[in-house]
């Protein structure tokens, strides 16, 4: 298999999508790891295997009707595999490891299968001091922007997730790569105050366009400098309730064509009469409520 991926939008050629088989109990509120999680055991609307199920798989069927070659993860038993971004990233011609949070690394065991396909010399593991997870990286051509954490407390904080580590062992791999850090505004246990990964905050879509929330970000210069990149008129802003909802955690099939949450009317609208995309519309809200979304579900392997 020929990697290749250099942005989030060319047209998709194969993709890695999330394993709903054996998702296992409720977990308890200390073994949650992010702030959405927490959230919806302790209402105690975590959702069924049957519902996370039902979504991921017409999340597939779309893939499969674009000709999207689509490979799963074996099945592990009692093992929540559904957001497959956080397992790895491939940027152009390679694919790198996360070094994922403790509780999670079984998951990493399911992709032996794909991994034998990739040529040994394109598979890169990072140090042991480097932490990232693909949520955090978004890929514009020769431009990366990573979300960061550099707070003092970033051991003890369940959602900071990359580290100054994980961007320098990656400027130093891509060395004719630009990385941007954007320091991110984090909450372990409400999700309207802090956000898991850049891809909730963040995301570019069609030929030069981004979906924002402000509040996301640590940092007012860090908001502004996307301004500066994309420019004003091609950027939608949404609001805390729809950063909640995940709006930016939609995901490209090509750069005209977006899969979304069949609820998000306002992004939604926008993306086809203001930027005349099309956008497939499918529930994705009881998956949503682990955390995670579209983008969070995928890992893009081969672009066009």
């Not at 709903?20 to 509120?29: E, Y």
């Not at 065991?109 to 990072?126: C, D, G, P, S």
Request: overall charge negative; glycine content about 6%; hydrophobic content about 35%.
């Amino acid at each position: 298999m020929n990697l290749n991926i250099k942005d989030e939008t060319s047209t998709l050629k194969t993709v890695v999508l999330g394993q709903p088989g054996s998702l296992g109990s409720v977990p308890t509120l200390r073994e949650t790891f992010d702030a959405r999680s927490y959230e919806s055991v302790s209402l105690g609307v975590y959702p069924t295997e049957e519902a996370v199920k039902k979504e991921i798989d017409a999340f597939e069927e779309i893939l499969l009707r674009y000709n999207v070659q689509v490979f799963r993860p074996e099945t592990l038993e009692n093992c929540n595999q559904i957001f497959a971004r956080d397992v790895a990233i491939v940027i152009d011609d390679k694919i790198i490891n996360s070094n994922i949070i403790p509780d999670r690394e079984d998951e990493k065991e399911a992709y032996k299968n794909i991994y034998n396909q990739i040529a040994f010399n394109k598979i890169y593991n990072l140090p042991e001091k480097a932490h990232f997870e693909g949520g955090d990286i978004i890929l514009k051509g020769d431009t990366v922007f990573v979300g960061i954490y550099t707070a003092p407390d970033y051991p003890q904080t369940k959602t900071a997730r990359t580290n100054l580590y994980a961007l320098h062992f990656l400027r130093e791999l891509f060395p004719g790569k630009e990385f941007i850090p954007l320091e991110l505004r984090k909450h372990d246990t409400d999700p309207r105050k802090g956000v898991l990964h850049l891809d909730c905050t963040f995301m570019t879509v069609g030929s030069n366009k981004a979906i924002i929330y402000k509040n996301g970000f640590a940092k007012e210069h860090d908001y502004q400098m996307l301004f500066e990149i994309f420019g004003r008129q091609n950027i939608f802003e949404i609001d805390t309730e729809e950063m909640y909802r995940m709006n930016t955690n939609v995901f490209s099939i090509s750069p005209s064509i977006v899969v979304s949450e069949a609820t998000f009317n306002r992004l939604n609208r926008h993306m086809e009469t203001e930027w005349g995309l099309t956008v497939e519309k499918i529930p994705y809200q009881e998956i949503a409520k682990m955390g995670g979304l579209l983008r969070c579900s995928t890992l893009p392997l081969i672009r066009e």
